[in-house]
Nanobody, 124 residues
Framework: QVQLLESGGGLVQAGGSLRLSCAAS????????MGWFRQPPGKEREFVAA????????YYADSVKGRFTISRDNAKNTVYLQMNSLKPEDTAVYYC?????????????????WGQGTQVTVSS
């Protein structure tokens, strides 16, 4: 069984920054691609960013490209999401997820384990 625990969410003004962390336990973290998703109020969950097993490949949603950075530390079993230049439309519950796919993917159905989520609120 895999446990994923997100932290680092909170309230920030537009233009500010937050760094989310997701600590994994229960499996060999380094053999799985990881992803971040978010669910804005009243909307469906959407892809934010993904990172390959080694960290050598990353992929971003167009809406966050150039502002968010996904990274991982396999020695610490942790994946991060650095969020800069935050906008009110970034307000959402953010989830990290562990991929079951052999290839880096943006599809939520390809992620087998999810954290409980952390709230990010960006005020205007």
């Amino acid at each position: 069984q895999v446990q994923l625990l997100e932290s680092g969410g909170g309230l920030v003004q537009a233009g500010g920054s937050l760094r989310l962390s997701c600590a994994a336990s229960g499996r060999t973290f380094s053999v799985y691609d990881m992803g971040w998703f978010r669910q804005p109020p009243g909307k469906e969950r959407e892809f934010v960013a993904a990172i390959s097993k080694s960290g050598g490949s990353t992929y971003y949603a167009d809406s966050v490209k150039g502002r968010f950075t996904i990274s991982r530390d396999n020695a610490k079993n942790t994946v991060y999401l650095q969020m800069n230049s935050l906008k009110p439309e970034d307000t959402a519950v953010y989830y990290c997820a562990l991929s079951r796919s052999a290839y880096i993917t943006t599809r939520a159905t390809q992620y087998g384990y999810w954290g409980q989520g952390t709230q990010v609120t960006v005020s205007s």
